[in-house]
């Protein structure tokens, strides 16, 4: 029961957001009786801080280590394959963790702490990859990778939350075009 | 009454965001009575148009377009101010654009509709600077300067959304460094 939960809730919290969904919903969505939820969560947040380590564990961030080809494409790659890969699961409801960071109350201390935390993850593993660049001669902006993978992301967050608004896909490519093409050269 | 009821919807819209938002919120924050609120509005969704609406009307656009001085510095002051003004006003919630951006759900067409159009007309008045800098020699990217204003407001929103979830202001800071030193050079 508890992993049928798990497993249909991703869908439901990029649908209808944090606040949006009700326990209603996410037991439905798993077709489970709703007395059961409580018995494997205390709560909407606790299943929710679940789904974003889910999230993170299934971005791919691994791939960003592997030394293996030229790391800017490789970076590229991996965020064009991340908003293909999502998109096509789940359909033009953004990404969980940028829903997350806008939609998540502040009462849910637990859920933001993991949030945030997710979204240092994934900073450390973009640095990685432009750190790597560096070395190679292949990026020349000396900003410490840390804070030009952030930068990185919160524009990546930023373009998928404006395609999400517009209904706009074309957007998203036009900031890789700017990324990769003007800022990480 | 109308009046009080949009002066205080923002406050709660940004506190609570569009779902977690109810009729009950809107008219306790404005001392009104239930009823009265459908005097005035067909539902949440209206009023968040007109909030949305307000917002950017507020946003200091005009600003932008003002040929004084140099325009980079104006770009970078414009958008110092918006963030610091709303912290100031309303507390850590974001954006209201960027909230509703990943917030409103796919059956709010209008809302939608309304913050897409708030983020081009703020891209049109970004863009506006960007255009006077080149023209003054001050910026050398050769980028269309629509599609740079959008590059630069999806990584504002991205870093506003970042700080908030993480509740750490000086990942803005280090936005504002990597956007005035390395991007728009």
Redesign the interface.
């Known amino acids: 029961m508890k992993s049928r939960i798990v497993d249909n809730a991703t869908r439901v919290f990029l ?3 944090f ?2 969904s009700s326990i209603q919903d996410l037991v439905d969505a798993a077709g489970v009786p709703k007395g059961s939820f409580y018995n494997h969560f205390s709560g909407k947040e606790e299943l929710a801080v679940e789904i974003t380590r889910r999230w993170v564990v299934d971005g791919g961030l691994d791939g960003l280590y592997v030394r293996s080809g030229a790391p800017l494409p490789r970076l590229r790659e991996h965020l064009e394959s991340a908003a293909a890969r999502r998109f096509a699961e789940y359909g ?1 409801h ?1 990404c969980l963790l ?9 009462e849910c201390g637990r859920l ?1 702490a993991q ?2 935390a997710g ?1 240092e993850q994934w900073t450390a593993a973009v640095a990685a990859a432009l750190a790597e660049a560096r070395e190679a001669g292949d990026l020349h ?1 000396d ?1 410490d990778a840390a ?2 993978a ?2 990185v ?7 998928i ?2 395609g ?5 896909r074309a ?1 998203l490519d ?2 890789f ?3 990769f ?3 990480l050269v």
């Open positions: 649908e209808k957001g606040q949006g033009p953004g940028g829903n997350f960071s806008t939609g998540v109350p502040a933001r949030v945030a979204l902006v900003t804070v030009l952030r930068y992301l919160d524009g990546f967050e930023g373009a939350a404006r999400k608004v517009s209904g706009d957007v036009q900031w075009d700017v990324t093409g003007v800022l």
